[in-house]
């Protein structure tokens, strides 16, 4: 399995946008549906600081997500764009894949 993981700043009056748009059944997970390999988006809230949360988005393999970027390009910088005044800050934390570790 593979995990596309960002955390995000977010203003206490965008929260609920926010929530919105990046959870489970929001507008980003509703891009992903249907994708091969797509498993399922989770949003993280941080207990001990409010406003910050991780969205772990999961593929079958680091390669179905590169074909999903490859070919959706637009309708994911489309979306981006459109998300944007939703948060303070996005980082990438990483690409993280499970499984066994070559050893």
């Known amino acids: 399995m593979f995990t596309a993981v960002f955390a995000y700043e977010v203003e206490p009056a965008m929260v609920d946008a926010f929530e919105a748009a ?12 249907g994708e091969p390999g797509y498993l399922g988006t989770e949003l993280l809230a941080d ?9 772990l988005d999961r593929w079958v393999s680091a390669a179905t997500y590169a074909v999903f970027l490859r070919d959706r ?7 981006s764009d459109a998300c944007a005044h939703l ?3 996005e980082t990438r934390i990483g ?9």
Not at 95 to 103: T, V
Request: no cysteine.
């Open 47 to 55: 207990d001990e600081r409010p406003g910050r949360y991780l969205v």
């Open 87 to 89: 948060y303070l800050s």
């Open 73 to 79: 390009v637009a309708e994911y910088t489309s979306l």
């Open 22 to 33: 990046y959870g489970p059944g929001g507008r980003w997970s509703a891009l992903f549906e």
């Open 95 to 103: 690409r993280f894949s499970s499984g066994m570790l070559p050893g």
